[in-house]
């Protein structure tokens, strides 16, 4: 096979997390695709899927052994990835699949203090 033909296999798979298609996901990977790579800003496919609240997906990526808790450019992992985009239903699910929630989630963290303060403002009046 090309480099050609695993990059769409990639790209493929890279939209199937967009959207939840997690049936092609999951013939993707048993057709023995080596999908368990880096994409743009070092996201991982569990990361869009995170981003995209495709809980159903998840039970291919522990199948395959991905890292629940790998880390992109951003330092995120699929679990901050999650919190990020208000996908706490997925948050709940990659936990369940040892995910690490004191992995550092920094910026979400910032974000959810600075919620907290804007509330906490909002509140006094």
Known sequence: EGNLAHFNKLNLAENCCKFCSCN?????FSSGNNLNRSLKEGETLLHICAK????????????YNFDSNAKDRR?????CTAI???QIETAKELLKFGANPKMSCVKVAEKLKE???FLGFYRNF
């Open 75 to 79: 330092g995120f992992t699929p679990y």
């Open 52 to 63: 995209n609240g495709c809980k159903n997906c998840l039970g291919i990526f522990k199948k």
């Open 24 to 28: 092609i996901l999951n013939y993707l």
């Open 84 to 86: 990020e985009n208000n």
């Open 115 to 117: 919620l907290n303060e």
